[in-house]
């Protein structure tokens, strides 16, 4: 089956740094990748969508520049936290859409990242 | 914007037990997920639903797309299928991502 992975799958950091956070598709191109977003006892919120190629879409309230999102293949997005605050501190989660999915509908997701922010 | 609700909050039975979790939202979609996140965080797409029942293994989930809502069953219940069971929706005419529900818990208990 398709698999996504992310990397790291979880990271401390001091306030103030910046953590990237890598989607990559293992078996097959992802012409769209979505960056989705958990704080503890809440449901997942889609932070941004990813073309690859262009910029990313990012949602109402979400800082584009806090967050920034590349998406340079077929294969890899990044999400990148700018200098993180604690209230970043969140479980951060991918998913992909297959280049070649007979329907626009179809996600796979990462096994996501959880980032602890001092 | 597309709200959805899932009931029960949490969910605790017996192994063997009948399982049903439900779904509703306010808006037409153009499909429904019905996902599996585990104690770790990963998420398993169980179901991506627009219409009718689908069944894979003791796991069936139903849409009516009239009444705008939808059901995870799960039959025989066992210990591992505690997780919690997330569903979601992609707006039809909406952008790409989807709109999640708060999720249930669920604990099946030996």
């Known amino acids: 089956g398709a698999v996504v992975s992310q990397h790291p799958s979880r990271v401390i950091c001091k306030s103030g740094t910046s953590v990237k956070i890598e989607c990559r598709s293992l078996?097959?191109?992802?012409?769209?990748m979505f960056w989705y977003r958990q704080f503890p006892k809440q449901s997942l919120m889609l932070m941004a969508t990813?073309?690859?190629?262009?910029?990313?879409?990012?949602e109402q309230g979400v800082e584009k520049d806090k967050f920034l999102i590349n998406h340079a293949s077929l294969t890899l997005s990044t999400l990148t936290v700018t200098s993180a605050h604690p209230e970043d501190s969140s479980f951060y989660i991918c998913?992909?859409?297959?280049?070649?999915?007979?329907?626009?509908?179809?996600?796979?997701f990462g096994p996501g990242t959880r980032l602890l922010v001092l | 914007k597309n709200e959805v609700e899932q009931s029960p909050q949490n969910l605790t039975a017996q192994e063997g037990e009948f399982i049903t979790i439900n779904c509703s939202y306010s808006?037409?979609?153009?499909?429904l997920h019905w996902l599996q996140q585990h104690p770790g965080g990963g998420i398993v797409s169980l179901f991506m639903?627009?219409?009718g029942k689908k069944k894979h293994g003791r796991l069936i989930a139903t849409i009516n797309i009239q009444e705008k809502h939808s059901s995870l069953h799960i039959t025989a219940s066992h210990p591992r299928d505690s997780a919690v069971y997330i569903c979601?929706?992609?707006?039809?005419?909406?952008?790409?991502?989807?709109?999640f529900g708060k999720g249930t818990h669920l604990i099946i208990q030996p």
């Open positions: 998913s992909a859409r297959p280049q070649t999915s007979g329907s626009r509908e179809t996600q796979y």
């Open positions: 078996d097959f191109q992802a012409t769209t």
């Open positions: 990813s073309n690859e190629g262009s910029k990313a879409t990012y």
């Open positions: 808006v037409g979609i153009s499909a």
């Open positions: 639903l627009s219409s």
């Open positions: 979601a929706v992609r707006s039809r005419g909406g952008a790409d991502g989807l709109t």
